[in-house]
């Protein structure tokens, strides 16, 4: 199975930016297809962005495009969350995944423990 573990999580103002990580352990990582998901308290986990195993493809919520970018470095098994122009709304626990692209977005193999990002206005 995949393990993964995310960092970068932490408070900042509105407009500000946070770079989040998310490390696998295992050594079949470069074969899954990566997402973030977020849950805000009193919601609904949201799918965030998504990337291929081999990073060509990409997907965002319409909330977060052309302020988020999803990226990964397979040689480090690690995949990255860079958030810029961060508003309120964006505070929630951010959850790394794993899986098969076709289901990355819905039901994802493997979760992340999650790691908090408030933005404060």
């Known amino acids: 199975q995949v393990q993964l573990v995310e960092s970068g999580g932490g408070s900042v103002q509105a407009g500000g930016s946070l770079r989040l990580s998310c490390t696998a352990s295992?050594?079949?990582?470069?074969?899954?297809?990566m997402a973030w998901f977020r849950q805000a308290p009193g919601k609904e986990r949201e799918f965030v962005t998504a990337?291929?195993?081999?990073?060509?493809?990409?997907d965002y919520a319409e909330s977060v495009k052309g302020r988020f970018t999803i990226s990964r470095e397979n040689a480090k098994n690690t995949v990255y969350l860079q958030m810029n122009g961060l508003k309120p709304e964006d505070t929630a626990v951010y959850y790394c995944?794993?899986?098969?692209?076709?289901?990355?977005?819905?039901?994802?193999?493997?979760w992340g423990q999650g790691t908090q990002v408030t933005v404060s206005s």
């Open positions: 295992g050594r079949t990582f470069n074969i899954y297809a």
């Open positions: 990337i291929s195993w081999n990073g060509g493809v990409t």
């Open positions: 995944a794993a899986g098969a692209w076709v289901k990355i977005t819905t039901t994802p193999s493997y």
